[in-house]
């Protein structure tokens, strides 16, 4: 069974460029959360995905943004960047289906972003 | 603001000793409680969760909760160097809420 794959893995960007990450998730799974990771902050919850809806949305500026496919395929954008946006970038699915379920969160690889 | 708390280390024990993480969390209402490892360079993976008070065992691992301290443990039996990673804590809840709250998390380094 495939896992959750992410794309790009890593990428270089500038400062006020704008970035789009992919994220496939495990078949099946209708829930995608999208998280940054960094060595200061730790995993901080970007926002989840369910059923082309965006479901829950954590505390980050409305540079970040998302949407999900019909397919249950996620992307992340990111726009006019900032040097604190460096950092890892991780895409999650989950079977969870209703609130109040709990589910283990699979994780893709990451990718990697890097802001000069 | 639900937090979750945990040393940073690194906690560094020999090889074949117990190694004990712990995690604090803020809300009373968490319902649900996640143990994850993330080695270097690698996304984190689910080891161990627990919803009851008490201690719950899979193989070498031990997750310990206690509601009422609002304290959650884990416990690696016969520590092995490849246990050496980032271990995360993730709490969900209350009722509802089942986005998960991740601690910093502790790193751990079991030498020979």
């Known amino acids: 069974k495939a896992g959750v794959t992410q794309t790009p893995r890593y990428l270089i960007k500038t400062r006020g460029q704008q970035v789009t990450l992919s994220c496939s998730p495990i078949?099946?799974?209708?829930?995608v959360s999208w998280y940054q990771q960094t060595p200061g902050q730790g995993l901080q919850f970007l926002f989840e995905?369910?059923?082309?809806?965006?479901?829950n949305k954590g505390n980050f500026p409305g540079r970040f943004s998302g949407r999900q496919f019909s397919n249950s395929r996620s992307e992340m954008n990111v726009s006019t960047l900032e040097l604190g946006d460096s950092a890892l970038y991780l895409c999650a699915s989950s079977l969870v289906a209703l609130a109040g379920d709990t589910g283990e969160l699979f994780f893709g690889e990451g990718s990697r972003l890097t802001v000069l | 603001q639900k937090e979750v708390e945990q040393n940073s280390g690194p906690l560094s024990v020999p090889e074949g000793a117990i190694a004990s993480l712990n995690c604090t969390y803020s809300d009373r209402g968490s319902q649900s409680f996640f143990w994850y490892r993330q080695y270097s360079g690698k996304s984190p993976e689910l080891i161990m969760f627990i919803y009851s008070n008490g201690d719950k065992e899979d193989g070498r691992f031990t997750a310990q909760l206690n509601k009422a301290s609002q304290y959650v443990s884990l416990l690696i039996r016969d520590s092995q160097p490849s246990d050496s990673a980032t271990y995360l804590c993730a709490v969900t809840g209350p009722r509802g809420s089942y986005i998960p709250t991740f601690g910093r998390g502790t790193s751990l380094i079991v030498h020979p």
């Open positions: 995905y369910f059923s082309e809806t965006q479901r």
């Open positions: 078949s099946g799974h209708r829930s």
